[in-house]
């Protein structure tokens, strides 16, 4: 089963402990990894192959989410700016990075994309190290949903 389609399927199922949240148009969930701290990506449910197979009102609750995430990401990490990344190279379903970035980072990793850091050496998610961000996060998508 391709990796995306995993996800969303473990997400459903309540296994996925990097969930963050179900939002309207998918899920929030942590980053396999955590060189910046709150690194998050939008899954869509359903799985579609990328965003212009989503109808416009779809398309536009996608996007939506994303900034939502991106919003709370500024405000619980203190991050200077938020970067988001729809790629689909390496896995083909639509999902979107969401990158808190850090005027804390070195120069010459803070004008990159995030994509220059050492993944493979990257500190893993783990709840016990990163589960009271993650409630944090969701806590401010809940209230920002809430407002809406």
């Known amino acids: 089963m391709p990796l995306i389609f995993e996800r969303v399927e473990q997400a459903r199922s309540g296994v ?3 969930v963050i949240c179900k939002m309207e148009s998918g899920w929030a ?3 396999d ?3 910046l701290p709150g690194y998050c990506l939008l899954l869509p449910d359903p799985v579609v192959p990328s965003l212009n197979h989503l109808e416009l009102e779809a398309r536009t ?3 939506s989410d ?3 995430i991106g919003d709370a990401l500024l405000e619980v990490t203190n991050a200077y700016r938020i970067n988001y990344e729809i790629l689909g190279n390496s896995e083909p379903e639509l999902h ?3 990158f808190p970035r850090f005027d804390s980072e070195p120069d010459e990793k ?3 994309p995030a994509w220059f850091y050492d993944w493979k050496n990257a500190p893993q998610f783990s709840l016990k190290k990163h589960g009271e961000l993650l409630k944090k996060i969701r806590d401010m998508i809940n ?3 809430k407002k809406d």
Do not use: A
């Open 61 to 63: 609750q996608f996007l």
């Open 110 to 112: 803070r004008r990159m």
């Open 143 to 145: 209230n920002q949903q």
């Open 29 to 31: 969930v942590m980053g």
């Open 96 to 98: 979107v990075h969401i």
């Open 16 to 18: 996925n402990p990097k």
């Open 33 to 35: 990894v955590q060189f």
């Open 66 to 68: 994303m900034t939502l």
